[in-house]
């Protein structure tokens, strides 16, 4: 998938129905997946211009609801 691929994907996908892995992104900033929910391979944001990129974690923290 493209840089140009992904960052349709998440500016198209509303909140609410994207996947909000978090992720900390170099800087320390927390940011969270914009892609689908559900959505196959790594989880993805967008970083200004560019898509940002990060694999699943194979421990998953419980939710705080
Ligand atoms: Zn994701």
């Known amino acids: 998938m493209t840089d140009d691929e992904l960052l349709l994907e998440t500016d ?6 994207s996947c909000r892995d978090p992720h900390i992104a170099p800087g320390e900033d927390l940011v969270e997946c914009r892609r689908q929910r559900g959505h196959a391979d790594a989880h993805a944001t967008r970083a200004g211009a560019r898509a940002l990129r990060w694999l699943a974690e194979h ?3 419980p939710l705080s609801a």
Do not use: E, F, R, V
């Not at 198209?12 to 129905?17: E, F, I």
């Open 12 to 17: 198209y996908t509303s909140y609410a129905n």
């Open 59 to 61: 421990t998953h923290q």
